[in-house]
């Protein structure tokens, strides 16, 4: 089966880094693209970044364009989520995501989290 288990969250301050990691299993890993996704209380969740298969090409939202960079290493079945120059909003729960098609229908699975705080 599917299982994404994401790590690397914690408490930080502002203007520090972390690097997460989301080791992925139960498919062709190289074939998917992957993405982050974070969700912050009270708030929807929300795409972070996203990287193709190969890794050649990766698009992020606008509030972490610049500090945040997403890779992976196909051969580790990972994908990571380098985040520099964090901010208080920063702060959420950071999932990794991927989706499958199977008979032309689409299956999204998630990990389960990993949480981010970033406070003085």
């Known amino acids: 089966q599917v299982q994404l288990v994401e790590s690397g969250g914690g408490l930080v301050q502002p203007g520090g880094s972390l690097r997460l990691s989301c080791a992925a299993s139960?498919?062709?890993?190289?074939?998917?693209?992957m993405s982050w996704y974070r969700q912050a209380p009270g708030k929807e969740r929300e795409l972070v970044a996203r990287i193709t298969s190969t890794g050649s090409s990766t698009n992020y939202a606008d509030s972490v364009k610049g500090r945040f960079t997403i890779s992976r290493d196909n051969a580790k079945n990972t994908v990571y989520l380098q985040m520099n120059s964090l901010k208080p909003e920063d702060t959420a729960v950071y999932y990794c995501?991927?989706?499958?098609?199977?008979?032309?229908?689409?299956?999204?699975?998630w990990g389960q989290g990993t949480q981010v705080t970033v406070s003085s």
């Open positions: 139960g498919f062709t890993f190289s074939t998917s693209a």
């Open positions: 995501k991927v989706s499958i098609w199977i008979s032309a229908r689409r299956y999204d699975y």
